[in-house]
């Protein structure tokens, strides 16, 4: 878990760096090992990281080819496999929110469509002035905004952006009472008003604080389901199962697992056995 947060001024002017400092203080628990800050042509970018992969050279803002800037919460599980494909690009860091700095500067605002993971990424661009925001495709990390007249800002929480001012400690009714029978709000909407979630599977394409365009990416692939034969299902599905746990532990620190003792997290605690090199 770590912390990203930003402003981007319809005026191109500074942000001010009071707010960075609230948001940096507010954000400080989701990365405690380390902070850092972006700013150019009126947008901002934070950072607080709690560091998984590529602890001693892995400190955002991350900077990439053609004046592009990101910073992430997330883990992006086919980092290994996108250094692979991204021949002669020129990487300075072991982290694996490295790769979609030039995974955009191929493809663009489709750079998510190669990702493999859970992530949050605000990524600018200082060549076309322009901020995106991406969330991937099943909505697991969070990632928040809100649209003022003085320009945009988001966060990785909401209690962020109300310490800074940004929107009004109040109340939505409808998504309280969404909250209330469901345990959760859906949509784009929060319960705060005035603060939207990015969507799962969106991207934002901001400029001079106002969003022009919005991407989306489906969980599921298009295809139909595989059609195989009764004998062949264990073994695909344990197959599938063990490939993707391997990859999730793809970590420089070390891992655990919390269990309920149930079918599934028995299942997938033996799996990590199985794909580790030791004890889980």
């Given at each position: 878990m770590c912390g990203i947060a930003g402003l981007m001024r319809r005026?191109?002017?500074?942000p001010d760096p009071a707010l960075l400092d609230v948001l940096e203080r507010r954000l400080h628990h989701r990365g405690p090992d380390s902070s850092g800050r972006y700013s150019r042509d009126g947008c901002a970018l934070l950072s607080t990281r709690l560091a998984i992969i590529d602890l001693d050279h892995g400190q955002q803002p991350l900077h990439g080819p053609g004046e592009t800037t990101l910073v992430a919460n997330g883990e992006i599980y086919n980092n290994p496999e996108l250094r692979a494909e991204?021949?002669?690009a020129a990487f300075y860091t072991g982290s694996d929110c490295e790769p979609p700095l030039h995974l955009y500067a191929r493809l663009g605002t489709g750079y998510t469509t190669r990702l493999r993971g859970m992530y949050a990424i605000a990524l600018h661009d200082r060549a076309r002035r322009r901020l995106l925001l991406s969330r991937d495709p099943f909505g697991?990390?969070?990632?928040?905004?809100?649209e003022t007249a003085e320009g945009f800002a988001f966060a990785s929480e909401i209690q962020a952006l109300l310490a800074c001012g940004l929107a009004p400690r109040a109340v939505g009714p409808l998504q309280r009472a969404e909250?209330?029978?469901?345990?959760?709000?859906t949509g784009a909407e929060t319960i705060v008003p005035?603060?939207?979630r990015v969507l799962p599977g969106e991207t934002l394409v901001i400029e001079a604080g106002r969003i022009v365009a919005r991407h989306h990416?489906?969980?599921l692939p298009a295809a139909p389901p595989l059609d195989l034969a009764p004998d062949a299902v264990?073994?695909?599905?344990?197959r599938a199962l063990l490939e993707?746990?391997?990859?999730?532990?793809?970590a420089d620190v070390p891992y655990g697992l919390f269990l309920s003792g149930g079918i599934d997290s028995t299942a997938l605690l033996a799996l990590m056995q199985r794909a580790g090199s030791g004890r889980v």
């Amino acid at each position: 878990m770590c912390g990203i947060a930003g402003l981007m001024r319809r005026d191109g002017a500074p942000p001010d760096p009071a707010l960075l400092d609230v948001l940096e203080r507010r954000l400080h628990h989701r990365g405690p090992d380390s902070s850092g800050r972006y700013s150019r042509d009126g947008c901002a970018l934070l950072s607080t990281r709690l560091a998984i992969i590529d602890l001693d050279h892995g400190q955002q803002p991350l900077h990439g080819p053609g004046e592009t800037t990101l910073v992430a919460n997330g883990e992006i599980y086919n980092n290994p496999e996108l250094r692979a494909e991204l021949a002669g690009a020129a990487f300075y860091t072991g982290s694996d929110c490295e790769p979609p700095l030039h995974l955009y500067a191929r493809l663009g605002t489709g750079y998510t469509t190669r990702l493999r993971g859970m992530y949050a990424i605000a990524l600018h661009d200082r060549a076309r002035r322009r901020l995106l925001l991406s969330r991937d495709p099943f909505g697991i990390k969070p990632l928040y905004y809100v649209e003022t007249a003085e320009g945009f800002a988001f966060a990785s929480e909401i209690q962020a952006l109300l310490a800074c001012g940004l929107a009004p400690r109040a109340v939505g009714p409808l998504q309280r009472a969404e909250l209330l029978q469901l345990k959760f709000t859906t949509g784009a909407e929060t319960i705060v008003p005035g603060v939207y979630r990015v969507l799962p599977g969106e991207t934002l394409v901001i400029e001079a604080g106002r969003i022009v365009a919005r991407h989306h990416q489906p969980a599921l692939p298009a295809a139909p389901p595989l059609d195989l034969a009764p004998d062949a299902v264990q073994p695909a599905l344990e197959r599938a199962l063990l490939e993707s746990v391997a990859v999730h532990l793809r970590a420089d620190v070390p891992y655990g697992l919390f269990l309920s003792g149930g079918i599934d997290s028995t299942a997938l605690l033996a799996l990590m056995q199985r794909a580790g090199s030791g004890r889980v």
